[in-house]
């Protein structure tokens, strides 16, 4: 029995679900942890030294770098990336 193709693809089955944004934003998310933390590694910063530098707690900072909490907010995004002489940005696509 030859199997046909049920649904056009994996987004639109996270869509249909209702799954999708947030999908979305975790995957978001944990790059954009992965990308601080790497840049932490090579400029030699401990959590507790970023924290410090960005006038914040470490318990803060843990929270910034956990993938899976997409709620961080862009004032604390822009600042991490400021303390690491970087900048964030952000676009608008057309959905596909």
Do not use: P
């Amino acid at each position: 029995m030859a199997k046909r193709h049920l649904g056009s693809d994996f987004d639109a089955f996270l869509s249909d679900e209702g799954l999708l944004e947030d999908a979305i934003a975790i995957a978001v998310k944990r790059v954009i942890a992965w990308q601080l933390a790497e840049e932490m590694k090579a400029q030699h910063l401990t959590k507790q030294a970023m924290a410090n530098k960005m006038h914040t707690s470490r318990v803060a900072l843990n929270r910034l770098l956990d993938e899976t909490d997409t709620s961080v907010t862009l004032t604390t995004l822009a600042r991490a990336a400021s303390v690491l002489g970087k900048r964030i940005s952000f676009q608008l696509e057309d959905a596909a």
